[in-house]
């Protein structure tokens, strides 16, 4: 798919720019030139305009934990409407785009959550694109650092052992045509792959999810596309509009071995009133 | 007890810390004998920095008649040879042992020190891979706090692993090695001396300073539980005094691990999100633990994830 060849090409075009600015703190100047790279990379010349009344781009100014930083988009009313797809950039990630998240007609796109790993101080770009190809942008500065090379998982046998595990949590109860927000978590180790392995002088393989397709009675809800920069054991908040009374919220996942997970939950429909 | 130990402290103007085959001349660490042929040199309070060579944990050495074990050598490689000038002021036995009692930088870096003394590099089973996940990352964050302090720090993989449980002979004494279950890391080592009934509990154990979860925060429980089982006269913290009393010692921590679990747990019920759990949980242990905001946000975050999962 073009989308993940780009993801690593970005990849490569960054780790070449940064390999001579080494211990600078870069200023607004050089922050500026990355996100114009960036954004060339991922839309070409296309006019960018600002979504401050659009879109909500919510995370720590500073981190607790680098490897698992909290970040939500808020889309408004008028938005929620025409939105198509949603990109979180994180500037000076490895890997920067984070994730790509794809609405579909089940989808209620008023809010997703996901957690990052942010590897440096960096600006957040959340950037929405319209079903007529419009494009609408928010920032926001964090300082975090260390989440790309951070270490996993405390217990390891454990990751191991229950890796591929789902869990699908749904808040409040569902009504059909009334939105419902959901939490789905994974776990799995999204190995960057830039960790050395000590003791054989190799590098750790990277094993991360590639992509999360959600769907609810068979209608698509949200494809989130994704590599290095979400969090080990992903973790997503979205709402779904049930379109049926009676369904099941499937999700199917795909990584970077071919591993291949999919679950379905009933989702308990109340009766209308 | 203070944090600082009643030995005295000698300073030689004439330090040097060199990596390589130079001769290296280090002031000694200053060391307390907390029980006959046990000695312990307590770390500060503080985060890793120049300022302190990240000499920032309880480490120290048993000695037997056959030999030295050093458990823990120490935050960085200039504590590390401080630590082996310490021990050879106080015996010429050889050191045929050092125990890595888990992963964390300030109790393994001062590991490559030892190898000119061929001794055993001791740790849990699951230490190598821990090693493997993290060596990179620590050497990394280790140079970026401590500077040119930390030249000649390395990782030392153990040659000798433990699984559940080994005794290692001293010649005049038997020192029992365990290995526990997921608790303040995944690969935690603690240490039993029989002579003197002395409890090495390492980080296992803090006092006064606010422990830290890298493991698993239900099962560290669990593992404190069943050691304050163990009859012993005395404990050895990973952080705090060089000396305690057990298990009287281990209730504080008790307090404030429950606190996080069922805290941590409640929230995840109320459907709290993980970034603003820590304005919820356990509130009431802050003024009761040295360093409390530097490490109860990223605790609860690491509890939150561990049990969002039951």
Known sequence: ?273 | MGLFTSGAWVFSPLLFALAGPCVVFAAPLAVTEIAPGIYIHAGVAEEASAGNDDAIANIGFIIGDAGVMVVDPGGSAVEGEKLREAIHAVTDRPIRYVVLTHVHPDHIFGAATFRADHAEFIGHARLPGALAQRGEYYIKTLHRALGDAAAGSEIVTPTHLVAAREAVDLGDREVEIRAHGPAHTDNDLTLFDRRTATLWLSDLLFVERIPAIDGSVVGWIEELEEMTHVVAQRAVPGHGPPVVAWPAAAEPELRYLRAVRDGTRLAIRENIDIAEAPRHVALEERGKWLLFDDYHARNVTTAYKELEWE
């Open chain 1, 1 to 273: 798919m073009r989308l993940r060849s780009n993801l690593l090409a970005i990849a490569a075009l960054l780790a070449a720019s940064f390999a001579g600015a080494a211990s600078a703190e870069p200023d607004e100047a050089t922050r500026a030139a990355r996100w114009a790279d960036l954004r060339g990379q991922l839309f070409g010349d296309r006019v960018i305009e600002d979504g401050a009344d659009l879109l909500a781009l919510e995370a720590p100014d500073r981190a607790e934990d680098a490897a698992i930083v909290p970040v939500r988009i808020r889309i408004a009313g008028g938005l929620r409407r025409d939105i198509d797809r949603l990109y979180l950039v994180i500037d000076d990630n490895p890997s920067p785009l984070a994730g790509r998240f794809a609405f579909g007609p089940a989808a209620d796109p008023s809010e997703i959550a996901i957690r990052v790993r942010v590897d440096d101080y960096t600006y957040l770009h959340a950037v929405a694109e319209t079903k007529n190809r419009r494009l609408y942008a928010v920032a926001r500065f964090i300082k975090a650092a260390g989440g790309c090379s951070a270490p996993a998982g405390k217990d390891q046998a454990l990751a191991m052992q229950r890796l591929g595990q789902m869990k699908l949590t749904t808040m409040g109860s569902a009504h059909v045509g009334e939105p419902l927000q959901a939490h789905f978590l994974l776990s799995h180790p999204n190995s960057s792959g830039m960790q050395m392995d000590q003791v054989s002088r190799n590098y750790i393989r990277a094993d991360f999810v590639r992509s999360v397709r959600v769907r609810y009675a068979g209608t698509p809800v949200l494809t989130l596309e994704s590599d290095i920069s979400i969090s080990e054991d992903p973790s997503l908040t979205f709402a779904f509009v049930p379109n049926a009374p009676a369904g099941e919220i499937e999700v199917v996942v795909e990584d970077s071995s071919n591993r291949h997970f999919e679950q379905s939950w009933p989702v308990k429909i109340e009766p209308a009133t």
